[in-house]
């Protein structure tokens, strides 16, 4: 970012002076086909790094977004190769075990200045670093088993940010919302930028509602909390988030995963910025809305436990918390994971 961006940085008016900032969205799925459709209707420079039948389908068709204010359509600049030159801001909007290989391919992209932006659900590979606790710098193994994100993005480009959009990709290029953009920014070493409020500055003028956290971590694990109780028993027991959080049967259970995340949260320092109560009535809100792992499971993706489960259960045992209910569920989830896996069996039937 040169001195002209540093500036803007400072004023962060969100103005027409921005419009010349170059804009990245790496992965155009739900979230990313959301983001890059929105700064792109107010007019700002969106390239987006997609492969595959979707990048073919984004140069011909576009994005094409149906939200809570409008249905946009636009036309953004495509590319499979890094070669589009150094960007002001890139936002990685792929699920964690995609990340490595994204990053990897589009470190071109990425200069000394560069704000990056990882919008991923779950504990972020960046967790520790510039924590400035007792594990300060260590590797969340989970979702960087071999330090390829920490070892290739500097902590100096890093904004840290959790994502509430309630969208799914109908096809590629194309996003429904079902509930207003949300995203909280801040920076890992907990203080105020410039750069932070810019970026809030740009997406709030596009119609993403974006504020600055000065503890990003306490929002990180605000939305863990939120997470761990509902994905994995909406992708268990093929439920909406309203039935998560709204059927009698299940309350016990998923009431019982949210107070081990917030324990662990505790024990790290994190303050959740909603009490269970409040997480469950928002839940119920959402009406019939599949989580992102039960939209997954249902296509045969692969699920993101490795950064909604698997990571909180890695920094659960710093501290030794076993998190029986969240193992079980776990657990649960894999073999029926397995069993969808098997090819069908002939249909036997006894004959006496």
Request: hydrophobic share 45%; glycine share 8%; with cysteine.
């Amino acid at each position: 970012m040169d001195a002209s961006v540093e500036a803007q940085s400072a004023s962060a008016t969100g103005s027409n002076d921005d419009l010349d900032l170059k804009i990245c969205v790496a992965g155009v799925g739900a979230i990313g086909g959301a983001i890059a459709a929105r700064l792109a209707s107010t007019g700002r420079n969106v390239s987006v790094f997609a492969r595959g039948h979707s990048l073919e389908v984004l140069r011909s068709r576009g994005i094409r977004l149906s939200d809570a204010r409008e249905t946009v359509e636009v036309t953004v600049s495509v590319h499979d190769r890094a070669d589009f030159g150094v960007q002001d801001i890139v936002f990685l909007c792929v699920k964690a075990g995609a990340l490595p290989d994204l990053v990897a391919q589009i470190l071109p992209l990425i200069g000394p200045d560069t704000i990056v932006i990882p919008a991923v659900n779950g504990v972020p590979w960046w967790y520790f670093q510039d924590e400035g606790g007792r594990f300060d710098g260590i590797n969340v193994d989970a979702v960087d088993p071999s330090a390829t994100l920490r070892n290739n993005l500097s902590t100096r480009n890093l904004v840290g940010s959790v994502v509430y959009m309630a969208v799914h990709s109908l096809s590629p290029g194309v996003v429904e919302a079902l509930a207003p953009h949300r995203i909280v920014l801040g920076e890992l070493g907990n203080r105020q930028s410039a750069r932070v409020e810019l970026v809030c500055s740009l997406l709030s003028s596009a119609g993403i509602q974006a504020v600055s956290s000065p503890r990003i971590r306490d929002d990180v694990w605000t939305k863990i909390s939120a997470n761990l109780s509902s994905n994995p028993i909406s992708a268990l027991m093929d439920a909406t988030l309203a039935e998560v959080y709204g059927a009698k049967e299940l309350r016990e259970i998923v009431s019982t995963m949210m107070r081990e995340a917030i324990l662990v949260a505790a024990c790290y320092g994190a303050r959740i910025n909603a009490d269970p109560e409040k997480l469950f009535a928002l839940g119920s809100s959402m009406g019939n809305f599949k989580t992102s792992m039960l939209q997954d499971l249902e296509v045969g993706r692969a699920l993101e436990l490795d950064s909604i489960c698997d990571a909180v259960l890695e920094l659960a045992g710093h501290f030794d918390i076993p998190m029986p209910a969240t193992r079980l569920v776990l657990s649960l989830l894999r073999f029926k994971m397995k069993r969808l896996q098997r090819p069908p069996q002939p249909n036997i039937s006894n004959v006496t």
